[in-house]
């Protein structure tokens, strides 16, 4: 029942998540100025790895991947964007909140910054592109954090398990204990009873002397 609960958690996790996930086009500093750029959030995932999945996509699309202040992808080929033509790729990837990764993209087609005003249909593929990537990485994030949830969970009713046992344990020994006093109780009784009547002999003897 609780494996289930986590489950379904996580589902609509990845529902609501999917439903926040836009792709904007805005104007951003990246590739050395102001230029035309597309922003997404992605959540559930860290800097860190948001940084190796778009290098990891970018080098699957043919990219020659470098990194200093930004993400720089040189001579990618992506043909629903810009058919057989390589295009340079700039990206920045920013810290939002623990949950929340903003990854902003900017497409030199050679000449010209993909925008809507010069290419609409292309600036759609590339929309996609990125609301795509955000929503796998996202799943992916919310994935491996079901796993660590479902590993504390297992540790969780280990421990439950270990306690049961050991005041299981402890009930039976209370039980053997409290019948070891009345045994103890029993013989000091009896011994009671022995010295008793030992003295008694013993008195009754020494009247008869």
């Not at 489950?7 to 104007?27: D, H, N, R, Y």
């Not at 900017?106 to 759609?124: H, I, P, Q, R, Y």
Request: charged content about 30%; overall charge neutral; proline content about 0%.
């Amino acid at each position: 029942m609780k494996y289930l609960f986590l489950v379904t958690a996580c589902l609509i996790g990845m529902t609501s998540f999917s439903q926040k996930i836009k792709v904007m086009e805005v104007e951003a500093h990246i590739g050395g100025t102001k230029n035309p750029a597309l922003v997404v959030n992605v959540f559930e995932t860290s800097v860190e790895e948001v940084t190796n999945q778009w290098k990891s996509l970018m080098k699957d699309y043919k990219g020659k991947v470098s990194m200093q202040e930004e993400l720089f992808a040189d001579n990618v080929v992506i043909s629903q964007i810009n058919d057989n033509n390589t295009i340079d790729i700039y990206s920045k990837i920013e810290k939002v909140s623990d949950t929340e990764t903003k990854l902003t993209v900017a497409f030199d087609l050679g000449g010209a910054f993909l925008s809507a005003a010069v290419n609409k249909e292309k600036l759609n593929e590339a929309k996609k592109l990125l609301s795509d990537f955000a929503v796998k990485t996202t799943k992916d994030g919310i994935a491996s954090l079901r796993k660590v949830e479902e590993r504390r969970l297992s540790n969780l009713l280990d421990e439950q398990r270990d306690l049961e046992k050991k005041q299981e344990k402890l009930a039976s020994n209370t039980a053997e204990y409290k019948q070891k006093i009345v045994e103890y109780n029993q013989k000091i009784k009896e011994l009671g009873e022995k010295s008793l009547a030992f003295f008694n002999l013993e008195y009754l003897s020494l009247i008869h002397i």
